[in-house]
């Protein structure tokens, strides 16, 4: 199990352009609770399964255990998950020693776009490219276990 610390942000310019690559994700949740959440998620042809604590109160970090499983189990396992998957292609965008994760919604999401950024601490310095947009970091709204639920297209 490990601390994970990341900031979100949405995106507000092109990104594409800069990103090295992108994979499809659909996912879906077994359990969305806060505290406990069990997420589900085929990533490209891989299947992971992820256990993630409560965010602290800035929402900025919080326990996380992930473990790769069968393919064939993923999908199984997305039958059984809650209402509400999600589905968007995620692209890797470098910036200087930092790693983006930009996420594009569809379906019930469609038209938001949101970047995090995983940090070794919550001081962790970084730069800000020109296409990143308003921090959203710690706004459960935009917690993919609460797109399930409340899709951004409902707001």
Known sequence: MQQEIERKFLVAGEFKSHATSQVRITQ????????????????????FLTVKGRSN???????????????AEAQQL?????????????????????????DEFYGDNQGLIVAELELSSEQEPYLTPEWLGEE???????????????????W
Not at 32 to 45: F, L
Not at 57 to 71: F, K, V, Y
Not at 136 to 154: A, C, E
């Open 28 to 47: 879906g949740y077994l359990n969305s609770n806060p505290d406990r959440c069990v997420r589900v998620r085929i990533k490209g042809h891989q299947g």
């Open 57 to 71: 109160a800035l929402g900025t970090s919080r326990l996380e255990w992930e473990q790769e499983i069968p393919l």
């Open 78 to 102: 997305l039958n059984l998950c809650e209402s509400g998957i999600i589905d968007k292609t995620r692209y890797l965008v470098p910036v200087a020693q930092h790693l983006f994760e930009v």
């Open 136 to 154: 959203v970091t710690g706004d459960i709204r935009y917690y993919n276990s609460q797109l399930m639920k409340i899709p951004y297209l409902q």
